[in-house]
């Protein structure tokens, strides 16, 4: 019997991929294409085409609700980001048996884990009567301060769950190692972990800061009277119609966070090209310039 040389067979696409992926793009970037069109339009329907204008971005600068609602959107999604990726990380390290000791020595880390992603599996409506229910048991004011701690609650799994990954997949003899050369916990948490779990803590801050950013359910029900955020505002003026500085206001808002994060790219592709030894020859090639 002949041995028959195995080829190897790669996986196929199918046929209706690209266009299964063109439909998904086309769903996400269409309607972002027609706020954007639709904020250079004379009319205030946007179902109706009647000229070319700037009025709309003129008019959104004169209104300064408009940008306070967009500043306390601003300083209140850093600050939950902040307070989530802070809280979130020391939770996951401490839930991950403090890098270094046993997990057996951390029992209630699992139920810690547990109670820390409730947020993100209770519905925002139950939320956002447990907040007001709270706070007003309380007798807090309403307002940033009790937006902040509302935001950063069910801000909290994303750092943590992200953190949590990461301290799973790093080892743990690196932290060990620096606790024999003397360095106390702190220390090595500073020097060791947190330069490691750094970019999930990054990305958990993100994330974070986009979904404080665009809450409506839970801000309604926390906010004060005297303090507005960008999605209160908008979903205020379904009642009497959007008006198009809003699309002004999104397109802006959509080119920043482009440039935003074309900037971010081109800085990381800056500082991996940048890296020691990416232009080093391998020395079984025969080739020189191995340092």
């Known amino acids: 019997m002949k041995r028959r040389g195995l080829k190897k067979q790669g996986l196929k696409k ?5 266009v299964f992926i063109g439909l998904v793009l086309a769903l996400m970037y269409i309607p972002i294409l027609l706020v954007i069109v639709y904020s250079f ?5 946007s179902s109706v085409w009647s000229g070319f204008t700037l009025n709309w971005y003129v008019e959104l600068f004169r209104d300064r609700a408009m940008f306070e609602a967009l500043r306390n959107s601003l300083v209140l999604a850093i600050l939950s980001s902040l307070a989530a990726a802070v809280l979130g990380t020391l939770g996951a390290f401490g839930s991950s048996g403090g890098g270094s000791k046993p997990r057996s020595r951390f029992a209630a880390g699992r139920v810690m884990e547990y109670l820390s992603i409730l947020p993100i599996m209770i519905p925002e409506i139950i939320l956002g009567m447990v907040f007001l229910a709270f706070f007003a048991f309380l ?20 750092p943590f769950l ?13 932290a060990e190692a620096a606790r024999d050369l003397g360095a106390g916990g702190m220390r090595a948490f500073y020097d060791i972990t947190l330069p490691a779990i750094l970019p999930a803590v990054v990305s958990g801050m ?37 008006s198009p500085k809003t699309n002004a206001l999104c397109t802006l808002l959509f080119i920043a966070t482009m440039v935003l994060a074309l900037t971010a790219a081109y800085l990381s592709r800056r500082k991996t090209e940048g890296l020691p030894g990416q232009h080093l020859k391998d020395p079984s090639s025969g080739e020189k310039g191995w340092g």
């Open 14 to 18: 199918p046929r209706l991929f690209p």
């Open 41 to 45: 339009n004379q009319s205030r329907l």
């Open 139 to 158: 007798g807090l004011p309403f307002g940033m301060f009790t937006l902040v701690i509302a935001h950063t609650a069910f801000c909290v799994p994303y």
């Open 162 to 174: 992200l953190v949590k990954a990461r301290l799973a997949g790093l080892d743990k003899s690196y």
């Open 206 to 242: 993100l994330i974070s800061f986009a979904m404080s950013f665009d809450d409506v359910i839970i801000s309604v029900f926390v906010t004060g009277v005297h303090t507005n955020t960008l999605p209160i505002r908008i979903y205020s003026q379904l009642k009497t119609g959007v």
